[in-house]
């Protein structure tokens, strides 16, 4: 078997040697880890070493490649109709095949002045090279899905180009490269088709590979022969992942074996085997849970105390117990705010109208709550003003604060951080879902850092915003109570902002939802009287 890899690796490398790369005599010109198909399309559109990824020809013809060899190379011409000649080849460059994807080929076209797509996996939208006309003319250009088309260098008549193509779908970005020329941008794409289709064009593609990973620019370099160096620092991708690896991983936490869990609520079900619908035991209040071992696909075996055996997925353990040592009480709170704005459960719009109700209290009632802050402060004197004017004079350590505290206007002010903070969640889930997610959970930062689009400026912004009033609402409560009945009314309302968060984005997603429903509702009757007509 040792013998057989050797030879197989030998002849590999010959074969890239002699076939992919004729005249480069070391072994380092070409990347070969990650590399998954190789096409040298010598008037073919074979894979030798990947015979299943080896494709079928349509009207193609062996062509020279860029060195002048005749038949190095495969072309393509129009044929009848608006037909071309293409290959076909049963490589799935997908995003869920392929998340991370290198693609590099050299191309040179017949015709420059028309929309080419010489490699796509699908339509536009999908992961593919194309041409699009910029700028007066048409450039290599590549798919970017639902950000559109990052545009490169133009297309130039009866030239070999160099192209190489990277997309990072968990980054959620893509590089194109155009000879010693580099063009980001951003590229958001759904599933592709399981095929990959050459051709479409009028012209000759050679020497096209196909890697699992994002080559370096030294490697890309060593393919095209010479160094890359114009926007060179527009090349790299930053890892804007992997606060989603921590975001699961907090998720879905890793059960061992010997852990011991405790039923958070009064059933608990446990299976027959994996991925069993039938119920086995029930374990509730007084069993104690014990991991034996994990049954695979995150599945565990699980026991109780009495000797009773069977099956849970993690996560459902997760979810539904909790570890020994830990308080029961906190753990159904903390899984309840995780609930809160899972708008399908019942419950949760009881809390919604409870907090609606204590917040109109706390509006209708802020001056008595602020005089009571101020008493139990001791911040406040009687004095004898007069037989006009007799009443409650309050003396403060900063007097010019006076003329701004306590806010009397808009009655909502001591709550607008919570109001903004869930338009600011709401705008950005619909403005851009993904990019206000990363800015939640990785971006937001006082010095900005990584923003490339500009709702991360916005989100920025906001956010600004609402530090500016939280310091502001803090400031108010210290002046107008003191220093601990100061505390404990920023308390107070910390806790109302956090329900005007919650009523909010409720509000706000009930009226998206009764507008949706009316437009549906004035369609629907539109098109019942005109098939009445």
Not at 31 to 53: C, N
Not at 253 to 281: C, K, M, W
Not at 512 to 528: D, H, N, P
């Amino acid at each position: 078997m040792a013998k057989f890899k050797i030879k197989h690796t030998v002849l590999r490398f010959f074969y890239i040697l002699l076939t992919v790369f004729p005249g480069l005599l070391s072994a380092h010109s070409l990347p070969d880890s990650g590399l998954v198909a190789a096409y040298p399309l010598d008037g073919h559109a074979k894979a030798p070493e990947q015979r299943e990824f080896s494709g079928k020809t349509l009207r193609t013809k062996a062509v020279a490649d860029r060195n002048g060899q005749a038949g190095r190379a495969l072309g393509f011409h129009p044929g009848p109709g608006m037909e071309f000649s293409q290959a076909e080849l049963p490589l799935d460059i997908s995003p869920d095949a392929l998340p991370v994807v290198t693609i590099t080929c050299w191309i040179k076209a017949a015709e420059t002045f028309k929309y080419l797509t010489p490699l796509r996996s699908g339509d536009k939208k999908q992961r593919g090279l194309l041409t699009d006309r910029h700028r007066g003319s048409q450039r290599w250009s590549a798919s970017a899905g639902r950000d559109g088309i990052i545009h490169g260098s133009p297309a130039l008549k009866d030239q070999w180009t160099f192209i190489a193509l990277i997309y990072d779908a968990p980054n959620e970005q893509a590089r194109l490269i155009v000879n010693n020329q580099v063009f980001g941008g951003r590229a958001r794409q759904r599933k592709n088709n399981p095929s990959t289709i050459i051709g479409a064009f009028n012209g000759a593609m050679d020497e096209l590979m196909v890697y699992n990973r994002a080559l370096s620019l030294e490697e890309i370099e060593k393919l095209y022969g010479s160094p890359i160096d114009i926007n060179r620092e527009d090349f790299a991708i930053d890892d804007r992942s992997a606060y989603r690896r921590r975001m699961e991983a907090q998720r879905n936490p890793e059960v061992e074996a010997g852990q011991q869990f405790i039923p958070g609520y009064e059933e608990l079900i446990i299976r027959d085997s994996v991925h069993s619908p039938n119920t086995l035991h029930i374990f509730g209040r007084g069993d104690t849970i014990t991991v034996l071992r994990q049954a695979g696909d995150n599945w565990l075996e699980v026991s109780n105390q009495k000797g009773e055996k069977g099956y849970i997925s993690a996560s459902s353990l997760i979810s539904n117990a909790f570890r020994t040592g830990k308080t029961k009480s906190v753990f159904r709170f903390t899984n309840w705010l995780g609930q809160l704005f899972m708008m399908n459960k019942a419950w949760n719009w009881f809390f919604v109208a409870l907090f609606t109700l204590l917040l109109a209290m706390a509006l209708k009632y802020r001056k008595q709550l602020n005089e009571w802050f101020i008493a139990l402060g001791g911040k406040a004197e009687t004095e004898a003003a007069g037989s006009r004017n007799e009443g409650i004079v309050t003396t403060r350590r900063f007097g010019r604060l006076d003329r701004y505290f306590p806010v009397t206007r808009p009655k909502w002010w001591s709550i607008s951080p919570g109001i903004v903070f869930a338009l600011m969640l709401l705008g950005g889930s619909i403005w851009d879902t993904a990019e206000t997610q990363w800015f939640f959970n990785e971006g937001a930062r006082i010095l900005p850092a990584g923003f490339t689009l500009a709702i991360h400026w916005v989100l920025w912004s906001l956010s600004l915003i609402i530090i500016l009033l939280i310091l502001a609402i803090t400031i108010e409560s210290l002046h107008i109570a003191g220093p601990w009945a100061g505390l404990l009314r920023l308390a107070m309302l910390l806790i109302l902002n956090l329900m005007a968060v919650v009523v909010c984005f409720y509000l706000a997603v009930g009226i998206i939802l009764v507008i949706f429903g009316f437009v549906l509702f004035v369609i629907a009757l539109f098109s019942l009287l005109g098939r009445r007509r």
